[in-house]
């Protein structure tokens, strides 16, 4: 009996309905590549925001995935007022800004109010609206006004489905380029929980679909003023992800996660990193291979 790739209701993540778009020379989505979103939760430093953007160059060399790298300028959504939130916001914005430049390497960061994104908007490629922040209109409608990639991340507290809502409020403003990221949804208090069905859900409104494998791992707010996390369980959910169909994943990576100043509990080292991504490409490639059987 010959083998044939099975289509289900509804379809699946993989199929061609997806908004096919570019983010600099990178193509969303591919069918021979994940898109990766890598880099540390905020910046710390120019010097450790470089140490990661040089790896990540590495890696891309080796294995020929593209990266997009990933920092936030500030952080405004911290568990305790006494948390590190940034080392200012056009010094982080300008580390961003020489690492496009300097690696060839597409940029995103987090917008918070709709005043930040005429700033942050001139550093980077891509706006990424945080979780807790995706029904917010007035935000949403001012990232797309930028005609810059919007990546909304789905809150804690949404169903999958109503993610399409969000979504609209972009492609309303003419910007079609969206993407629609998983991060966990509220499981009771401090607690975090992936429901696999829902990246399907997601994906039935036409845009591409990542999975956060980092965010998604936290114990919010379980670490006595920090969000404390389960990074032992990052690679079985990730290659899940992979395998259901997603096209992205979004990490978060530190040379030293033990001494990160933003999720040191969820952070992927960076020397581990090389090996999770060649792992997870492979994987890739074979899960579009059975779309052509």
């Given at each position: 009996m010959s083998q044939r790739a099975v289509t289900l209701s509804p379809k699946n993540i993989t199929g061609n309905n997806v908004q096919k778009f570019s983010i600099g020379s990178i193509q969303v989505p591919d069918d021979s590549f994940p898109l990766i979103i890598a880099g540390p939760c905020v910046i710390e430093s120019r010097a450790m925001a470089i140490e990661t953007a040089e790896e990540l160059q590495k890696i891309s060399r080796s294995e020929g995935v593209r990266f997009i790298f990933k920092g936030s300028y500030r952080k405004a959504n911290r568990t305790s007022g006494a948390s590190f939130t940034g080392i200012g916001d056009i010094e982080a914005l300008e580390v961003l800004a020489e690492i496009r430049q300097t690696y060839g390497m597409p940029v995103v960061t987090d917008v918070h109010e709709t005043k930040e994104i005429l700033l942050a908007s001139r550093y980077v490629d891509v706006l990424q609206i945080p979780a807790f922040l995706c029904r917010q209109t007035e935000l949403l409608v001012a990232a797309g006004e930028s005609g810059l990639c919007v990546n909304i991340k789905k809150g804690q507290f949404m169903a999958p489905e109503d993610m399409a809502l969000a979504a609209v409020k972009v492609q309303?403003?003419?910007?079609?380029?969206?993407?629609?990221?998983?991060?966990?949804?509220?499981?009771?208090?401090?607690?975090?929980?992936?429901?696999?069905?829902?990246?399907?859900?997601?994906?039935?409104?036409?845009?591409?679909?990542?999975?956060?494998?980092?965010?998604?791992l936290q114990l919010p707010g379980a670490g006595q003023g920090v969000s404390g996390g389960e990074r032992e369980y990052m690679i079985p959910l990730a290659r899940a992800a992979v395998a259901a169909g997603v096209n992205g994943l979004f990490?978060?990576?530190?040379?030293?996660?033990?001494?990160?100043?933003?999720?040191?509990?969820?952070?992927?080292?960076?020397?581990?990193?090389?090996?999770?991504?060649?792992?997870?490409?492979?994987?890739?490639?074979?899960v579009h291979s059975l779309q052509s059987l």
């Open positions: 309303q403003t003419g910007n079609s380029r969206i993407m629609l990221t998983e991060r966990g949804s509220s499981f009771g208090y401090h607690n975090l929980v992936v429901d696999f069905r829902g990246l399907a859900k997601m994906a039935e409104a036409g845009y591409p679909v990542l999975y956060d494998a980092t965010h998604s990490f978060e990576v530190h040379p030293d996660p033990s001494k990160a100043l933003s999720d040191s509990a969820t952070q992927v080292a960076l020397s581990d990193f090389g090996a999770i991504v060649m792992q997870l490409l492979h994987l890739y490639r074979c």
